[in-house]
């Protein structure tokens, strides 16, 4: 496999985590389910279903999805519901595997700014 | 290739050399890889330069065209992703307010010039921007700019890259941004954090681990005879506030470090609390000088 091959394979595996993440997913479930209208547009509105307000990352940064078939009453026009932005919050950036330490002998680098 | 990640004993090897007005450095664990290491870096950095560069012609990110390239569409992925998880506080469509505030060409040559513009406009909106696979559609008069991802994306990249076809540990730093893949050094790798207005400390972190330094000390200019950064507020479409003159943030990959802490300067006041929040290690410097310190960023040796 090329380094542009693996990246093409990951960047399909990111797309449909956000695709999630966005209820994009969901939203096409729903609307097959008859309960929604999948309206995807440029400005990536979709009306909020059940299934889009499902969408949420645990902990650990993995995105999964749960159907609730409950209405949340959230919003009806954005393409993500406030609960999805409580979510979103916890899942923004994992740290150190290994405890950053101080050290006082000589560096490999340094970080000053950009 | 080297896929372990245990520290090794080793004395390391380093090479420089300036690339986006900035300094590249690479540093191997094995030295007699450097070379190589350094070829590998060179090439990745110069197609992200032809996919991404605002300021070339040629690239993608000026020509926009439907099927964009896999890296373009990684690194524009990724300029996505930050804006999804910061809730816009970082967004890709600063494109045309960047310009409207005279950062329109490198800025080694907007310092040398004289701008006399004042147009400030907010982003128009990353979720105006749609990604399939590499099908992109971008609305007319939205301009794109990646400069608050790419860096960090092409120091993970090139380190993972360099790591993956040598047997060596690499670390890779884009101008402030550090990544790090493979094997580590035996006390771990040791950066210095010489963020401006603040004594340099120094912190020694894992294998894999990134580390990210925004600042709103560094690519200023005056503009219509305002001095201005280059960190922008998407919501105003100005530069933020100067609350903090630099946070450093370590995290898991250099884009997560970067997206941390570039948030962290557009946020202000709730940046302590809001990288508390998430449990990353992080240290900021204020207007004056004093710094403040996330609980798992290690106290500084006086």
């Not at chain 2, 390391?12 to 690339?19: F, I």
């Not at chain 2, 998880?85 to 960047?98: K, N, Q, Y």
């Not at chain 2, 120091?155 to 101008?175: H, I, Y």
């Not at chain 2, 507020?233 to 946070?247: H, K, L, M, Y």
Request: glycine share 8%; aromatic share 2%; net charge positive.
């Amino acid at each position: 496999m090329t380094h542009n091959d693996d990246l093409s394979r990951r960047n399909g595996r990111i797309q449909r985590l956000r695709a999630i993440r966005r209820g994009v997913l969901g939203t096409a479930v729903a609307s097959s389910l008859g309960i929604a209208t999948l309206l995807l547009t440029g400005t990536a509105h979709a009306t909020s279903t059940p299934a889009s307000a499902g969408a949420h990352h645990d902990v650990t940064g993995t995105t999964t999805t749960r159907a609730t078939g409950r209405t949340t009453g959230h919003h009806t026009t954005g393409h993500r519901t406030a609960r999805h932005h409580k979510a979103h919050r916890v899942a923004k950036a994992q740290a150190p595997s290994t405890p950053v330490q101080s050290t006082s002998t000589a560096t490999h680098s340094s970080s000053s700014g950009s | 290739m080297s896929t372990a990640t245990e520290p090794v004993a080793c004395v390391t090897a380093a090479r420089s050399w300036s690339v986006w007005s900035t300094t590249v450095e690479v540093v191997v664990t094995a030295p007699e890889t450097l070379d190589a290491a350094t070829a590998l870096v060179r090439d990745h950095l110069a197609e992200v330069d032809l996919a991404a560069n605002r300021f070339r012609e040629d690239s993608e990110i000026r020509r926009l065209p439907r099927n964009v390239s896999a890296l373009f569409a990684r690194h524009l992925d990724a300029a996505l992703h930050a804006a999804d998880v910061t809730d816009g506080l970082i967004d890709p469509t600063v494109g045309a307010t960047l310009r409207g505030i005279g950062y329109d060409q490198d800025i080694t040559l907007v310092l040398a010039g004289t701008n006399t513009r004042a147009l400030v406009h907010p982003a128009p909106g990353w979720t105006r921007v749609r990604l399939t696979g590499n099908s992109l559609e971008v609305p007319a008069g939205v301009e794109l700019d990646l400069g608050a991802t790419t860096k960090a994306l092409a120091a993970d990249d090139a380190a993972e890259l360099a790591a993956s076809r040598l047997p060596t540990g690499v670390l890779v730093n884009l101008g402030g941004d550090i990544a790090t893949a493979g094997p580590v050094p035996d006390q771990g790798w040791r950066i210095r954090i010489d963020a401006d207005g603040s004594a340099a400390t120094a912190i020694c972190v894992g294998a894999g681990t990134g580390v990210a330094t925004s600042s709103t000390r560094r690519r200023r200019w005056t503009n219509a005879g305002v001095e201005v950064h280059h960190i922008i507020d998407p919501r105003t479409g100005s530069p933020a506030a100067q609350t903090w003159q630099a946070v450093t943030v370590a995290a898991r990959s250099c884009l997560e470090a970067n997206i941390a802490s570039t948030a962290a300067i557009v946020l202000g006041d709730r940046a302590p609390a809001w990288l508390e929040r998430q449990g990353l290690p992080a240290r900021l410097v204020a207007a004056d000088g004093s710094v403040r310190r996330t609980t798992t960023w290690p106290a500084e040796d006086r």
